[in-house]
Every structure is written in structure tokens, then in C-alpha cells.
């Protein structure tokens, strides 16, 4: 059993930037593969990043390439989701979650989820 609890969201202006945060209980967290979701009001939720188990690999969403970072700290059982230049649009609740397979497979194959964390991007 896993479980994530995510931080670090808030209020931020357009061109700012947040560092999400999520933990993982349990040894086994290198284990997994950890993504990144995101679901703005009236939307499906949607792919943003994921990683690797070792952190070796990412992928990315095309609407936030070259802004988002995702990493991980196996040794604190942690995943980071670093967002800069922020837009009004990345506004969503931001979940993390953890699949026990490769880190490239659909959202459906996502075996845990944390609870999500409100980021608010103002104009």
C-alpha cells in the first residue's frame, strides 16, 4: 500500500512560479514510476509529467514542456513538481500518483493517488 499526500500549491500571478511536493509512506517508493496529473473545473483530468522509477526518464505534457519540472528524492520518498512561468490556464487541482510498472503508460494504469492540491494562477 502506498500513500501520497501532496503540498505546496497556493494563489500565484501569471509568470510566477511553485514547487509541488509529494510524499510517500511505505519502502517501496523507488519502486514505482510517480506521475503528475492535473484537473481544471469542468475538465477530465489530464497528464502533466511523469518519471522514472530511478528519475532517469521524464516525460511531459506539450502545454507545459520547457516550464514544469518533475524529479524525485528516492531517498526521501518524495516527487517534485517545479513550475515556472506560470499561466493563468495551468489553473487545476495538481495530483500525484504512483504506478508499479514502466513510467510511460496511460492515467488509467495509475495504482495510487494522492489527495490533490489547489494551484491558482490570477491574470
Known amino acids: 500500500q502506498v500513500q501520497l499526500v501532496e503540498s505546496g500549491g497556493g494563489l500565484v500571478q501569471a509568470g510566477g512560479s511553485l514547487r509541488l511536493s509529494c510524499a510517500s509512506s511505505g519502502r517501496t517508493f523507488s519502486s514505482y514510476a510517480m506521475g503528475w496529473f492535473r484537473q481544471a473545473p469542468g475538465k477530465e483530468r489530464e497528464f502533466v509529467a511523469a518519471?522514472?522509477?530511478?528519475?532517469?526518464?521524464?516525460l511531459y505534457a506539450d502545454s507545459v514542456k520547457g516550464r514544469f519540472t518533475i524529479s524525485r528524492d528516492n531517498a526521501k520518498n518524495t516527487v517534485y513538481l517545479q513550475m515556472n512561468s506560470l499561466k493563468p490556464e495551468d489553473t487545476a487541482v495538481y495530483y500525484c500518483a504512483a504506478v508499479y510498472s514502466y513510467y510511460d503508460v496511460p492515467q488509467k494504469r495509475y495504482n495510487y493517488w494522492g489527495q490533490g492540491t489547489q494551484v491558482t494562477v490570477s491574470s
Open positions: 518519471i522514472s522509477w530511478s528519475g532517469g526518464s521524464t
